[in-house]
């Protein structure tokens, strides 16, 4: 996809992390700094983006029959397979099924000249990201955990698919680090504290930022207002506008394999 500067997969291996609500997040948040951004909900089996985004019932128009074009909400081209199956319909497929809806979704949605596509993962390192990873040409991984031993265990096995894969990792997400008390103004590490940064350090991996728990969070997903375009609180924004910074800076320093005339060549001769 030559009009699609960077693929950016987000992960984490394990489901009920918040992932989802980190991508749309940051999604919006490289928006917000100029960017033309795209975001595929590559969780077949539970998609969430409809929601988060308040476009529920939305269905993607084809210009041709064979094509989807996007659907736009705040800014942002979308993808998903809840745009297109019924409401609550379960989703039960098999892996090869699961795959081609992948690739359906990626390669024959038309998207537009983008900067970033952001992919939403679905938890587990399976046929989707295997999928993805071959077919896909990501640019790079971000990885994200909350800071329980439990949920790292699976951190690592994406973080190990990744590097067998060859794919640059960014860094990790450290989501629901901590809560700030309203009475005293303290954080406090309900999840645990230190984990994700002995990780980062023993696994040689960025740590990125760290995303404290907080009500509206959950509110702007669940109502379709995203905390980056709707927040009171500040301190939100912030920690998800520096994270987005540090993946942009990242990957502008990642390089790019550049094909030869030769090797088109001989690509046409084979």
Not at 56 to 65: E, M, Y
Not at 107 to 114: A, E, H, P, V, Y
Request: proline residues 6%; contains cysteine.
């Amino acid at each position: 996809m030559p009009n699609i500067q960077n693929i950016l997969a987000i992960a984490s291996g394990k489901g009920g992390v918040g992932k989802s609500t980190v991508s749309v997040n940051l999604a919006l948040s490289l928006k917000e700094q100029g960017l033309k951004v795209g975001l595929l909900d590559a969780d077949i089996y539970g998609p969430s983006i409809p929601l988060m985004l308040g476009t529920v019932g939305q269905k993607p128009s084809t210009p041709d029959n064979k094509t989807f074009n996007p659907i736009v909400a705040l800014g942002i081209e979308l993808m998903s397979i809840g745009y297109i199956v019924l409401k609550d319909e379960a989703t039960i497929w098999r892996g090869p099924m699961m795959s081609k809806a992948i690739e359906q979704l990626l390669f024959q949605t038309n998207w537009s000249d983008l900067d970033y596509l952001i992919i939403d993962l679905p938890p587990g390192t399976g046929d989707a990201q295997l999928t993805l990873s071959q077919k896909a040409g990501l640019t790079a991984a971000v990885l994200v955990s909350t800071p329980q031993q439990v949920s790292l265990i699976d951190v690592k096995k994406s973080l190990e698919a990744f590097r067998k894969l060859s794919i640059p990792l960014i860094g990790l997400v450290e989501n629901m680090s901590y809560f700030i008390c309203d009475e005293c103004g303290s954080k406090h590490h309900v999840l645990g504290s230190n984990n994700i940064e002995k990780f980062s350090i023993d696994n040689d991996i960025s740590l990125l930022g760290q995303i404290p728990m907080h009500p509206r969070l959950s509110e702007g997903s669940d109502n379709g207002q995203p905390v980056i375009i709707n927040s009171e609180d500040r301190l939100l924004t912030k920690v998800y506008q520096e994270i987005a910074s540090k993946i942009d800076y990242e990957v502008r320093k990642i390089e790019k394999p550049k094909k030869s005339l030769e090797d088109i060549a001989v690509k046409t001769e084979n």
